[in-house]
């Protein structure tokens, strides 16, 4: 074999492996934006059957809508503009994961410098969900299950409870001046709190509760959990990051390959079958 012909054959393999990696790489994201895009329509259309409140914060199914609406268009862009060799799309392509991934890290910047005003912003979007608890179904689950998952009630304190109109102290009723179940202690794993154990706890002083219920707001509750499980926020973070690196790298190279290379081989996938 030639010179010429190895340089040929090392231009073909690599334009192929580019070629197929960078497929392969866009049919997963696509699968994933599809199953994405399937679960929060299903969950919308739940939601608009219990005619649950509208919002974007009380209705997670429109965020996963919306994720599932862009993973999957870009993704469909990718694959195709690899499948045809089309450098517009593939331009496209890294244009757009370039502008999510600087977003990302912008929106994380962000986060971290103007820690306060996310907090704040943070309680008092928890404190509307508060507001209409008993009557939207999507913020309850999520509620009870932070209030159990990190011990913790409430956005910013356990008192926020006040702002529901069943737990406020001048309503009628058992849940007046109490607060849900799931703000109770158990001492075992898998115990059942009375659904009463919250029963009138807000006319109480704060240390008198601390047998009683978890007096810690789920904000600082949360925020503490992620600092005392950074090592597993920071390899998710690298798992959410590295692939969209890793897919913009290959994109690049892939254009760059297609563009500037001089033997071009024009390829389709009944020639390389």
């Known amino acids: 074999m030639s010179n ?104 994380g910047i962000l986060a971290l410098v103007f820690r306060n005003q996310t907090v704040g912003l943070l309680n008092k979007n ?3 969900g508060i507001v209409n608890y008993y009557d939207d179904l999507d913020f309850k689950n999520i509620m009870d299950f932070v209030q159990k998952r990190f011990k913790c009630c409430g956005g910013q304190e356990y008192s926020d409870w006040s702002v529901n109109m069943y737990h406020n102290c001048t309503a009628p ?51 503490i959990w992620l600092m005392d499980n950074y090592k597993i926020m920071a390899g998710m973070l690298l798992g959410i990051l590295l692939p969209q690196v890793h897919t913009h790298t290959h994109t690049h190279t892939h254009t760059h390959t297609h563009t500037h290379t001089q033997i071009r081989p024009k390829l389709s996938f009944k020639a390389v079958l």
């Open 173 to 223: 009723g058992p849940l007046a001046c109490g607060v849900p179940y799931t703000c109770c202690i158990t001492t075992k794993p898998n115990e059942v709190a009375n659904t009463l154990c919250g029963y009138k706890v807000l006319e109480k002083e704060r240390l008198d509760l601390i047998d009683t219920i978890h007096i810690r707001g789920c904000t600082d509750a949360f925020f």
């Open 126 to 128: 928890i404190r509307k």
């Open 4 to 107: 010429n012909q190895e340089i040929r054959y090392c231009h073909r393999f690599s334009y192929i492996l580019l070629k197929f990696t960078l497929f392969a790489y866009g049919i997963v994201w696509w699968l994933i934006g599809g199953f994405i895009l399937a679960i929060g329509i299903y969950a919308e259309v739940e939601r608009q059957r219990f005619k649950t409140l509208d919002g974007v914060f009380l209705a997670p199914s429109i965020i996963l809508i919306l994720l599932g609406i862009i993973m999957f268009i870009v993704s469909l862009i990718g694959v195709l503009g690899s499948l045809r060799d089309n450098i517009t799309l593939l331009k496209v392509f890294m244009f757009t994961l370039s502008v999510c991934l600087i977003l990302e890290l912008l929106g």
